[in-house]
T-cell receptor, first 117, second 113 residues
């Protein structure tokens, strides 16, 4: 069975601080996708990134960076120089990859990030 | 403006009422989903429709009844709900159903009295 654990439930930082959101996953599949979604106060989840299990390169997109460590089954997300607009709930998710079949997203419980001015 | 629109945004209903949640996607996707988001719990997948055919039903009680009349519209019909059904119901769509990349609406906040 697949499982995603986001051990941190709430994080509060002051603007311009760096913050890392942890994600640990469990799966028996050898091929899978990992995701991060952001849920701002408006409610909709916004897709941030998808990473294939074959690709362990870290990725950077502006102030966002992701560290995928297959050896420790972790896919951590770092926000550099945080801003108030980064305040949201962040979800890590895992999906199997199966051609022609419906893939299920297994979500973690989410981390509530508050960035204070 | 979101490509996935949900109405109503807020709904309060009694346990004997019948109501419906509506979702419309403007992205040309061919798969649509209903998720339930309760406080302190992971998102729960309820139903998946692909090409207007229901392909997944995750042991959801029969008091929730989905309907997908075409690839752009998805409904969730509600009847005789319980207070524990109070939650945020999120609709999502995707192009194909095995990419995992979903586009979500803003959700319908349901309160059952």
């Amino acid at each position: 069975a697949q499982k995603v654990t986001q051990a941190q439930t709430e994080i509060s930082v002051v603007e311009k601080e760096d913050v890392t959101l942890d994600c640990v996953y469990e799966t028996r599949d050898t091929t899978y996708y990992l995701f991060w979604y952001k849920q701002p106060p408006s409610g909709e989840l916004v897709f941030l990134i998808r990473r294939n299990s074959f690709d362990e390169q870290n990725e950077i997109s502006g102030r966002y960076s992701w560290n995928f460590q297959k050896s420790t089954s972790s896919f951590n997300f770092t926000i550099t120089a945080s801003q108030v607009v980064d305040s949201a709930v962040y979800f890590c998710a895992l999906s199997e990859v199966r051609t022609g079949a419906n893939s299920k997203l297994t979500f973690g419980k989410g981390i509530t990030l508050s960035v204070r001015p | 403006e979101t490509g996935v629109t949900q109405t109503p945004r807020h709904l309060v209903m009694g346990m004997t009422n019948k109501k419906s949640l509506k979702c419309e996607q403007h992205l040309g996707h061919n798969a649509m989903y209903w998720y339930k988001q309760s406080a302190k719990k992971p998102l729960e997948l309820m139903f998946v429709y692909s090409l207007e055919e229901r392909v997944e039903n995750n042991s959801v009680p029969s008091r929730f009844s989905p309907e997908c009349p075409n690839s752009s519209h998805l409904f969730l019909h509600l009847h005789t709900l319980q207070p524990e059904d109070s939650a945020l119901y999120l609709c999502a769509s995707s192009q194909g159903r095995n990419t995992g990349e979903l586009f979500f609406g803003e959700g319908s906040r349901l309160t059952v009295l």
